[in-house]
Structures are given as structure tokens and as C-alpha cells.
């Protein structure tokens, strides 16, 4: 009897000393992107999103740690459409706050490319980055061909495919979307042009 006790403690203080993971296959998965802290959804990007590629309004980086405050706020206010599924996200604005819209582009390896938006009162601006160990990089050079600043990319909820425009001065400082130039096709984990 003693000989069944001590292997049935022994049985399972492996399991807690082992870290026996008794979830379902479908949990494990999840479980595995959160012990990896690898960003999988429009949400997970957004809450991640340096100050660089996009102002939030209001945030006080010495009070508010990662804006996480002026995060929520700004949900609350200005959140349009986060379609988690098609990897997609669009967020109003006003004066000062600009807007965002956001594309995730999943590649053949598992990682995205996530493709920004930023309207404001004097116009546009585009990025294509990369979440890589913790650190945010701007890759539009490398995976966009002729990728430039004087471009409009509109970004889609549904399907892989960008419109390109040229951007139309109207002002001296103030740009709007001109005429189309042509799309960027995905494919492969690729982006090439299609005209």
C-alpha cells in the first residue's frame, strides 16, 4: 500500500515539477503564442505599435507605460472595424488624432508583414513593418517594389491586393489620393506589381 502512495505522489509531483501541459491541442497552440510573445492579431499589433509609426493623442509616456491608457481611450473613441479574421483594422479620427487602418499579410513561415495607414489633416502615410524579438522595423523598401512615400497604398479588409495611387498635392503641405497607378498582387508571401 505504501509502494502505491508514494508512486501515485511521485506520479504527480513530475507532472507539476514537469510542467505537464494537460490542454486540448487547440489550447496548446494559443498557449505557445503566449509563451513566445509573437503578435497574431490586428488587436495584438495595434496594442504593440510604437509612437513612431502612429501618435496616439493624450499619451503621457512618463504616466501611461506603452500608452496602454491612451490605447483604450482611443478604441473606445475612434474604433471603426477590427475584422480579427481577414487581419484588419480601421480607426477614425479628428483634428489632432490621426486615423489608422491596418492589413496583416501572413507569410508561407507564419510571421506578417503589417502594413499601416496613417490619415491626418495634411494627408498620408504608409509603412510596411515587421515584428521581430521584441522590436519594430520598417521593411516597405525591402517588400514593396518601387515602394514610395509620394504613393497612396490603400489597404484591404477583404482579399491580398493593394491599390496603388499617386498622391495629388492640393496644397502647398496638404496631399489626397490621385489617380491609380496600379496593384500590389500578394502571392507566396510576396507582394509584385500588377498593372
Do not use: H
Amino acid at each position: 500500500m505504501k509502494l502505491i502512495i508514494v508512486s501515485l505522489l511521485i506520479g504527480c509531483l513530475s507532472f507539476v515539477v514537469c510542467g505537464f501541459n494537460w490542454q486540448p491541442i487547440a489550447k496548446q497552440s494559443k498557449s505557445l503564442d503566449l509563451q513566445t510573445n509573437q503578435p497574431k492579431t490586428v488587436r495584438d499589433f495595434f496594442n504593440l505599435l510604437p509612437q513612431k509609426y502612429f501618435t496616439l493623442e493624450g499619451c503621457e509616456p512618463k504616466t501611461d507605460k506603452n500608452c496602454n491608457k491612451a490605447r483604450r481611450e482611443y478604441i473606445e473613441t475612434f474604433l471603426e472595424t477590427e475584422d480579427t479574421a481577414n487581419g484588419y483594422w480601421k480607426s477614425g479620427c479628428d483634428g489632432a488624432q490621426s486615423c489608422l487602418t491596418m492589413a496583416l499579410f501572413k507569410r508561407p513561415n507564419g510571421t506578417y508583414i503589417v502594413a499601416i495607414q496613417t490619415e491626418f489633416e495634411m494627408g498620408s502615410d504608409n509603412y510596411f513593418l515587421e515584428y521581430k524579438s521584441g522590436k519594430w522595423f520598417d521593411i516597405s523598401t525591402q517588400v514593396i517594389p518601387s515602394f514610395s512615400k509620394k504613393n497612396y497604398y490603400e489597404l484591404p479588409q477583404k482579399g491580398t491586393t493593394i491599390e496603388v495611387f499617386k498622391k495629388k498635392t492640393v496644397d502647398t503641405d496638404m496631399t489626397e489620393k490621385g489617380a491609380k497607378l496600379y496593384d500590389l498582387i500578394w502571392n507566396s508571401g510576396k507582394f509584385s506589381i500588377k498593372k
